[in-house]
Nanobody, 115 residues
C-alpha cells in the first residue's frame, strides 16, 4: 500500500523559505515519478515540480528559479525547498507519486505566505 506523508508546511512572511518533506512507503522514490502539486483556494490543482529517474526535474513556470525538488534515497523521502516565497505561493501542497501508471497523493500540507 502506497502512503505519502507530507510535513513542513506553515506560515511564513514573503521572501522567506520553507522546506516540505514527503516520506514515502510502498513506493521507491528513486525508481518512480514523484513530485509536488499545489492548490490555492478557488483554483485548480497545479504542478509545482516533479523528479523522475532518467529524466530529471521539471518545474512549473511560476516557481522556476525559486523552488528545488530533490530526494534522499536512503530515507525514501522527497523534498521541496521553497525560497523567495510570495503570497501567491499560498495553498495546500500535495505530494504525488506514480507507481505502475497509478497516481497516489498525500493528504496535503498548508503553506501560507503573508505579505
Amino acid at each position: 500500500q502506497v502512503q505519502l506523508a507530507e510535513s513542513g508546511g506553515g506560515l511564513v512572511q514573503a521572501g522567506g523559505s520553507l522546506r516540505l518533506s514527503c516520506a514515502a512507503s510502498g513506493i521507491i522514490v528513486s525508481r518512480n515519478a514523484m513530485g509536488w502539486y499545489r492548490q490555492a483556494p478557488g483554483k485548480q490543482r497545479e504542478l509545482v515540480a516533479t523528479i523522475i529517474s532518467l529524466i530529471g526535474t521539471n518545474y512549473g513556470d511560476s516557481v522556476k528559479g525559486r523552488f528545488t525538488i530533490f530526494r534522499d534515497n536512503t530515507k525514501n523521502t522527497v523534498y521541496l525547498q521553497m525560497n523567495s516565497l510570495k503570497p501567491e505561493d499560498t495553498g495546500v501542497y500535495y505530494c504525488w507519486g506514480n507507481l505502475q501508471s497509478k497516481d497516489y497523493w498525500g493528504q496535503g500540507t498548508q503553506v501560507t505566505v503573508s505579505s
